[in-house]
């Protein structure tokens, strides 16, 4: 069986190409072959199969096409639709899609894929594929994320980011890190107040920290609103390069979600400052909802209260084994045609 990987692979995001690689070599390892839709040239360097350019043959060529994961629940305002070109081309993208799908009758499996929190979807295009007429299974990431969706096809399972651990295995290695490491990946416009604080409660004396822009460094221009350390920013060029870096950090202090997330998964305590719905309903889900902090000196209190991480805790484990439940339910969806 044939089966398409399509997404927002294109753009260089940790969130999305990270999702793309895992979905690839789980199908890939189960004996599919796989493609992928529209890969960026940096993303196809490392990934293990061939990215189609065009959304009509990319449809006509898969038996089947798996939405592999991203915010394609999420809704932009008209206003966004209309000047910002990447969201115009985001929101398009469905049209491309529905068009394809409907002129080669075939159907998708869309795989923990997500919203923030909106009541109902605004792109029409959106309802008409994630509807039983087009979607043949599919889950979400989040709760919340059933209410725009028919709930006779999709189901929740626990952001499949939390798996990365199991596919990027841990490091074994005894740590000779003198400070514990705090990774942030913020915006530009969240970021000063925070490190003004770090200044004033010596963060920077006590802790090792380091920025995390969310764009592979060729594409790093589509993320440079994102916040940097001079000298002490991680640009990664390819996926495990990023992933191998955040395996030992102890924090992720993120305004996003992914870098979060996968960090997570290896053990760091992950903190939302500052961060979006799909974030927090993240973390409160874990009950990890102590770790939604909006307050900078709150942040910088919290920090210096951890001389050690058995005093406290980031509850993740479950989450992480639940998460492995979006790929067994893709399975046995491809098992049944």
Known sequence: MKIGIWGLYDKGNFGDDLMAILFVNYLISEGFEVTAYNLSDNLASEISCSSIKSIDYFVDYNDVIV?????????????????????????MSFMHL?????????????????????????????????????????SVRLPSDLLLVENSIFEYFPDIVLSTSIFFKPIN??????????????KNKTARPLIDSFIKNDIFDIFDVYTFKSHAAPLSHIGNYEFEISGKN???????EGVDFLKDADFVISSKLHVGVAAASFGAFFISYKGPSKAKEFLKNSNNENYIIDDVNSLSNLLSSFDSKKNNSFLIDNQRDDSLKHFAFLLNTLNKL
């Open 173 to 186: 290695v005894v740590s000779a890190k003198k400070k514990k490491k705090i990774v942030l990946n913020l």
């Open 234 to 240: 991680f640009d990664f060029n390819k996926i495990h």
């Open 98 to 138: 529905f068009n394809s799908l409907r002129k080669y009758n075939k159907k998708i499996i869309p795989i923990s894929i997500g919203g923030a929190n909106s009541i109902k979807l605004n792109n029409p295009y959106k309802n008409k594929i994630f509807s039983t007429q087009y979607t043949l299974n599919g």
């Open 67 to 91: 939405i592999g994961g991203g915010g394609m629940l999420v809704n932009n305002s008209f206003l966004k639709f209309a000047l910002k070109e990447s969201e115009f081309k985001f929101e």
